[in-house]
Every structure is written in structure tokens, then in C-alpha cells.
């Protein structure tokens, strides 16, 4: 997050739905960085933010259930399901046609991003598992 960026500020952006601002507070939360640490604050904002589609945090919930960190207890079943949503969302998202190149290259990038640590988390290729995929969500 960048430091100029207050907390009061993220307040009020994520009152206001914003869900950047609520996944940043939920790290900071998570973490305990500029705000006194509180996992389970951190946790319902992060949860927030992934039920509103929110990318990064589905990516998050989905390796915090994986490891068992921060206090999401390590549920496998529960990690592979909101994997299945942010891979999902950001498949859906890189293969929009956008006006600006920018963006396409911007979603084509954090899709990227996703399918290496996807790979090295779960071991195998996001084809593989969405042949697989139950319909479950």
C-alpha cells in the first residue's frame, strides 16, 4: 500500500464500497501494519472483498485457507473453491476485449501472475483443474 495513503482515508473509501480499500484494510488488519492487529477484522474485511469480486482478495482467502494463515484454519476444500472463483473472475477479465490496450495488458498480466502461483500452490496447470472442475460454486 502506499504509505502516503491513510487509514482514515480507507475508511471512508471502503464505507463507501470501495474494494481496494476494503482488501487494504484487511491486510492491515491481517498484519497489524498502522492499525493495532486484528485477525478477525482482517478476516471479515478480506471475506467482504472477496464476496464482492474483488480479485486479489479471492486470490488471498483462497492461499490464507491453503496455508492456514492468519487465522483462516487450513481448509483445503474451502481454498480450492474460492481458487476456482478468482480463477474464474481473472480468466473472465483476460479475455475481455478492452478500448485501452493498457488495461488488456494490465488483466492479461495478473491472469499470469495467478496461473504461476497457481502452479506452484496446487501443482497443477489452471486447464488441468478447470477440465476437472465440479460445478460446485
Not at 476494503?22 to 471479515?44: F, N, S, W
Amino acid at each position: 500500500m502506499d504509505r502516503c495513503v491513510s487509514t482514515s482515508y480507507l475508511d471512508k473509501m471502503a464505507d463507501r464500497g470501495n474494494l481496494w480499500a476494503i482488501t487494504e484494510l484487511a491486510m492491515l488488519h491481517l498484519k497489524g501494519k498502522g492499525v493495532p492487529e486484528d485477525q478477525h477484522k482482517g478476516r471479515y474485511f478480506l471475506i467482504t472483498a472477496g464476496l464482492g469480486y474483488d480479485r486479489l482478495a479471492a486470490c488471498r482467502i483462497a492461499l490464507y485457507f491453503h496455508y492456514g494463515r492468519y487465522g483462516f484454519q487450513q481448509e483445503p476444500g474451502t481454498a480450492i473453491v474460492w481458487r476456482d472463483k478468482a480463477t474464474r473472475w481473472l480468466e473472465s477479465d483476460a479475455a475481455l476485449i478492452y478500448d485501452d490496450p493498457e488495461m488488456a495488458r494490465r488483466a492479461q498480466r495478473r491472469y499470469q501472475k495467478w496461473r504461476a502461483v497457481y502452479a506452484r500452490v496446487w501443482g497443477e496447470s489452471v486447464q488441468e483443474s478447470v477440465r476437472n472442475m465440479d460445478c460446485r460454486i
